[in-house]
């Protein structure tokens, strides 16, 4: 075969690999991405919440084409204890703006949407092809990479590194560490069918208008985790997710969670009579600020999970995977354009405008919190919310106790469980932590 | 010189059909209305073309010449003919018209013929025509003998192993699977092929198939690009078959009666069973022991 | 699958208006025809189950049923000829020719064709087996009409049309076809899901030649050998009256023997469903199901077997089916007569044992008649 040459190679078809593919070949550049699964988006797993904004950066009309389920209109947030949920909703008419702000997806059909268009943009997307290894000159510089398929080495001048939370190519390279069990949430997730008026009923949604539950509490079984359920048009995506070292610690099986999840009796209601369907478990990247690795070097950049850019506190993932995305894409294009080789002297841009991006922003905003929630699982994901449930069921119900004798005994409740130094130790930790 | 050999030796050329399914394994009955939710059931090459497919593609490479795959479908077939491609076929048609819709297997194979017949004219006729024994959604393992039969072609269906061909003798030898044992078959070029499954490892193409594959362009005919004039032998209009009614299979029994098993032992438990089977066969348990003492 | 015949039968009068709206060159097109297929001297069982079912349409709509009989001349054809009427055929069109030997496509194409633009049936029915779908799929086409193959229920309309049933969308479906405006109305059927009905011993009636105008010469395709599968063990499954099965909850391939025992200890066959054969435990034509055999016995046990579609209409044929599975909630015990919660490991060699001593011929006297 003769020896071809990319200007760049991207490896992985999800969110970031997909904005990086787009952004270059867009500008003109000779792009080839690889994809290990059969289409892109096979073997993609996410809740999945798009946020607009990152999207319509990159392909400001996508409104037109994409395969969107639901724009959200209301947002539950729930801690549960074993038969209770107190809750806070917000809903806004707000939301059904002309361009919404945030819309259900189902990555599957998402992703063979943004594929088509990186295909338009003039990118090579090769699927059913893995890479295996970076190829490395005398160097150390990335030359192109090596797939399962025969042929040899493709070369490139740069090689994106977009392979999701895994990134195994980085890792084998020495780019970064396999990521530390405490900096990783397993999550497992069920796709479940209703009727689309089924699910505007339950929910009390009309035309293409989606709501969202976020849920902590019991349901992790005093494990750091969250459990989640987004509607879509004609199905209801559910799952959980906790940190691996907090199950490697329980020995718990996400799978029973789940199962107990599902039958809890605030969610079992939501779900009656669908059909199940798609089962799926992924990892999520939730080390935080901390936990970035090298962003670039010679001959390579790293976007997405690959690169830990995810903000656990606030549920974003896709939309920083987007956005350093077509900020590594840009900087490619620009070092090209200027001629100039994909060294790391050159390449050092992109990690400047990511800095200086919300992506990492937000998740220095947060660096203290994942190291808070591990180490006090038990009492933000056991203790408060079933102290949080004793008191709001002893606010609401009716039985003759006087009034102050009832808060007196709510606030005993919360002393007893954490003392009175560990409530003030935890909220200021926890307000640290956001700040 | 090279030019003279060409001249004097045609090369072969194959055409493969394959058809784009819903993957069934994945498709669910809704459990209230009984209707099929397609929702994001993916599709998939026909399991059964793979290994036409295959056979084409070891055909094509030990005796030279070219593999065209053909499918009749919606746009999105696309996708079907491309991995088609990956896995090493030089040309790709798309047979795709509104028009086709609701073919029957009648006016599936006529269209489908036309569009072979038309390759001819483009490509070079072809000498073999394979099609997979069946498809897993319409399951009929009649398409391949339709257009055996509309063009005039050899049919050799349930082929297990294509033991040689002798291409300027325009010869062929298969192995045919029959009911109780293996026909040998001599037969002539040009000729169509329903292949079985199972009858090799399919291949992965190279990572030059797959480039290759990703740039090709792929032929869209509508009914008339591909030849086809008279439009009543398509769609439901050439269809003479009907799907009247779809409908949920009706239970075949109530629930199980479920043996008792609690504080018991396998033994009694067994015992019960057994008496619960020749109450409802009594003539079972005279004809088992008979044949057991005999 | 009798139990869904009657309820699939569409709504009567939905559809009299097609039988007016067909061609004129259509209107003589009677009788039922049932093609016989000779494999090697055999007739294959499947056409005896499918007279049976072509009696049952003939007498609804108030025709003859008739044999069609292709094959050489000699004792075999002869024998195919009797058999026809002793499953109540009431006349055989026969073509005897010695290029009709072996089977091949080109002479039996047009030995049926010729056959059916003469003596023009309504209905003409094949065995879905390799020689009955490469047929059908020729003649079919050749004749420009309908053919809905794998039918797992045949009926007759209100207004004489034929309403052939058969699973659609790998199973979890049905769907009734009719065929419009053509003749005949062609179906095929596997074996075993058509019940075989009964033999009488019916003289020999009215038997049709026809010639068939074709030399070996113009047939393209020669047989040059055959290659039998032999007396193969396996060649009962789908005809076997009693039929143990297991699936993935045997849990490990040591524990086919168990099945094997109690097969043997009842005097029965075994198979199993998909993924047995898929792991290579079983041989492929011991599976069960849509994909492999359909099997009609009078007493099926499944032992670890989950009962997905697939693998259920392959036995849904069965007079009495029992399940042995551990999980309470299996969709087997949807379908399953007898339904036994428990370990299919200890259970089999239990219920062997039971049925060891149950069959022991307690009375002596027995060996003796
Ligand atoms: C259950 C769950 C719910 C989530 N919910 C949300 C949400 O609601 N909103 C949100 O914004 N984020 C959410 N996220 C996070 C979000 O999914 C990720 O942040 C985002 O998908 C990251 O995109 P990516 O492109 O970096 O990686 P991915 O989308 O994982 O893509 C990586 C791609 O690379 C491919 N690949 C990997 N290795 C190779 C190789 N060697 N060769 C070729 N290809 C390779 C993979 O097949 C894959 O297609 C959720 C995650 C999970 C698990
Ligand atoms: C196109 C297509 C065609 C197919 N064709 C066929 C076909 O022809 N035939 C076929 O069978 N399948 C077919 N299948 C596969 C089918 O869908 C099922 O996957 C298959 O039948 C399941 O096999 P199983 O019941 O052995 O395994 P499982 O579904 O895994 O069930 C195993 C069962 O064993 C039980 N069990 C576990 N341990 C024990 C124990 N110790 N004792 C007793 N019970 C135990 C479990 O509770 C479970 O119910 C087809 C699928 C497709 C997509
Ligand atoms: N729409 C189609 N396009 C191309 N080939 C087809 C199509 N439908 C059926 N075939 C071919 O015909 C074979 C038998 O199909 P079927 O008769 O539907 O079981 C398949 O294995 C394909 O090779």
């Not at chain 1, 550049?29 to 950066?57: C, D, F, H, W």
């Not at chain 3, 003409?124 to 490469?134: F, I, K, M, Q, Y």
Request: glycine share 8%.
């Amino acid at each position: 075969m003769t020896v071809e040459k990319f200007d760049a190679i991207v490896v992985g078809a999800g969110m970031s690999g997909n904005a990086a593919a787009y952004t270059m070949a867009n500008r003109g550049l000779k792009v080839l991405q690889l994809e290990r699964g059969e289409y892109p988006g096979s073997k993609n797993v996410q809740g999945a919440i798009l946020y607009a904004n990152m999207l319509e950066t990159i392909i400001p009309d996508f409104r037109d084409d994409a395969p969107l389920e639901r724009h959200l209109v209301e947002q539950r947030f729930w801690v549960m204890d074993d038969t209770s949920h107190t809750g806070m909703h917000y809903r806004s008419d707000d939301f059904n703006e002309p361009a919404p702000n945030r819309y259900t997806i189902i990555r599957a059909q998402f992703d063979k949407w943004f594929s088509r268009k990186v295909r338009a943009a003039g990118a090579i997307v090769l699927c059913e092809t893995t890479a295996t290894e970076l190829a490395l000159d005398a160097d150390g510089k990335v030359i192109g990479v090596h797939t399962d398929r025969e042929g040899g080495i493709i070369h490139a001048d740069v090689v994106v590194l977009a392979e999701g939370v895994n990134g195994l190519l980085g890792t084998r390279a020495g780019f970064r560490k396999v990521p530390k069990p405490e900096a990783v949430a397993l999550a497992v997730k069920e796709m479940h069918f209703l009727p689309e008026e089924v699910i505007a009923e339950r929910f009390g949604l009309s035309g293409n208008q989606g709501c969202v539950i976020e849920a902590a509490g019991t349901i992790s079984r005093g494990m750091a985790g969250l459990g989640f359920l987004y509607t879509n048009k004609e199905s209801i995506s559910l799952g959980i997710g906790c940190l691996v070292s907090d199950f490697a610690a329980t020995m718990e099986s996400p799978y029973a969670l789940l199962e107990a999840f599902k039958g809890h009796p605030s969610i079992r209601p939501l779900l009656a009579g669908s059909e199940i369907k798609e089962y799926a478990a992924h990892l999520i990247p939730e080390g935080g600020f901390k936990a970035i690795p090298q962003l670039f070097g010679n001959g390579w950049v790293v976007v997405g999970d690959a690169a830990q850019l995810n903000n656990a506190v606030h549920r974003e993932g896709s939309n920083l995977a987007m956005t350093s995305g077509r900020i590594a894409g840009e900087t490619i294009a620009m070092v090209k354009s200027r001629g100039r080789p994909m060294t790391s002297e050159n390449l050092c841009l992109y990690k400047a405008m990511l800095d200086k991006s919300f992506v990492v922003k937000d998740l220095r905003k947060y660096k203290d919190m994942p190291a808070l929630i591990h180490t006090n699982s038990r009492n933000f994901f056991m203790t408060y919310p079933q102290l949080l449930s004793q008191a709001a069921q002893n606010f609401v119900r009716v039985d003759g106790t006087p009034k102050i004798e009832k808060e007196r005994a709510t606030t005993a409740a919360f002393v007893k469980a954490r003392s009175r130094w560990g409530l003030v130790s935890d909220a200021v930790r926890l307000a640290l932590a956001w700040r | 010189m090279t030019n003279m050999r060409s001249e004097l030796k045609r090369l072969m050329h194959i055409v493969v059909c394959i058809k784009q399914v819903p993957d069934s394994a994945q498709i669910r009955v809704h459990p209230v209305t009984n209707t099929i939710m397609r929702q994001g059931v993916p599709t998939i090459i026909n399991p059964y073309d793979l290994f036409a497919l295959e056979e084409a593609l070891k055909v094509r490479d030990y005796h030279g010449g070219e593999v065209t795959v053909l499918t009749m479908g919606p746009p999105m077939a696309e996708d079907a003919l491309r991995k088609a491609l990956t896995y090493g076929a030089d040309r790709a048609v798309l047979l795709t018209d509104r028009h086709f819709a609701g073919s029957d297997t009648l006016a599936t194979s006529f269209a489908l013929s036309q569009a072979i017949a038309q390759i001819g004219k483009s490509f070079g006729t072809p000498d073999i025509v394979f099609t997979g024994k069946q498809t897993i959604d319409g399951d009929t393992a009649q398409v391949g003998p339709g257009i055996a039969k509309r063009l005039n072609l050899v049919q050799l269906t349930y082929v297990a192993k294509i033991a040689s061909i002798d291409f300027s003798a325009r010869k062929i030898t298969v192995e045919r699977r029959s009911e109780g044992g293996t026909q040998v078959l001599e037969s002539k070029l040009p000729c169509l092929i329903t292949m079985l499954e199972g009858t090799a490892a399919i291949r992965r193409g190279s990572l030059e198939d797959a480039l290759r594959a990703a740039r090709s362009e792929i032929v869209k005919w509508n009914a008339a690009e591909a030849g086809i004039e008279d439009m009543t032998k398509c769609g439901l209009r050439g269809s003479p078959t009907v799907v009247k009614r779809v409908f949920a299979p009706t239970p075949r029994a109530e629930k199980a009666a479920q043996i008792d098993t609690t504080e018991k032992t396998v033994r009694d438990v067994a015992d019960e069973l057994v008496t619960s089977i020749f109450t409802h066969q009594p003539a079972l348990e005279h004809e088992l022991s008979s044949s057991r003492s005999a | 699958m009798g139990t869904q015949k009657s309820k699939a039968s569409p709504p009567a009068g939905g559809r009299a208006d097609t039988k007016q709206k067909l061609p004129e060159r259509f209107r003589d097109y009677r009788h039922v025809w049932v093609f016989l297929e000779l494999e090697r001297g055999q007739v294959h069982p499947v056409s005896f189950e499918l007279l049976g079912e072509g009696r049952r349409l003939a007498d609804q709509l108030g025709v003859q049923l008739a044999g069609v009989i292709l094959g050489p001349p000699g004792d075999s054809t002869q024998h195919a000829v009797s058999e026809a009427f002793a499953y109540d055929a009431d006349l055989v069109y026969l073509v005897e020719k010695p290029l009709l030997t072996d089977y091949r496509n080109e002479p039996f194409t047009k030995a049926l064709t010729d056959l059916v633009n003469n003596y023009k049936p309504e209905i003409l029915l094949l065995g879905a087996t390799t020689l009955g779908r490469d047929l059908a799929g020729s003649v079919a086409t050749t004749l420009l009409t309908g053919l809905t193959a794998d039918c797992t229920g045949l009926d007759v309309d209100a207004d004489g049309s034929l309403a052939a049933t058969r699973p659609t969308f790998g199973g979890s479906l049905l769907c009734t076809i009719y065929t419009l405006n053509c003749r005949p109305q062609m179906a095929t059927v596997r074996p075993r899901v058509m019940r075989m009905p009964q033999r009488s011993n019916k003289p020999i009636g009215r038997v049709i030649r026809h010639d068939l105008r074709m030399l070996e010469d113009e047939i393209v395709t020669k047989v040059v050998d055959f290659l039998s599968d032999g007396q193969s063990e396996n060649a009962n499954l789908a005809y076997a009256d009693v039929v143990v099965a297991g699936g993935l909850g045997l849990g490990a391939v040591e524990n086919l023997q168990l099945l094997k025992n109690l097969a043997q200890t009842i005097g029965g066959d075994y198979g199993c469903s998909r993924p047995l054969v898929q792991k290579g435990w079983l041989a492929a034509d011991r599976q069960i199901g849509q994909t492999g055999k359909t099997i009609r016995p009078r007493l099926y046990i499944a032992a670890g077997i989950s009962g997905a579609v697939q693998h259920r209409v392959g036995v849904e044929g069965a007079d009495l089916i029992v399940a042995i599975n551990t999980d309470p909630n299996a969709p087997i015990f949807d379908f399953a007569n007898v339904g036994v919660v428990a370990d299919a490991i200890s259970f089999l060699p239990a219920l062997t044992d039971v049925f060891i001593k149950r069959l022991a011929p307690r009375n002596p006297m027995r060996l003796l008649n």
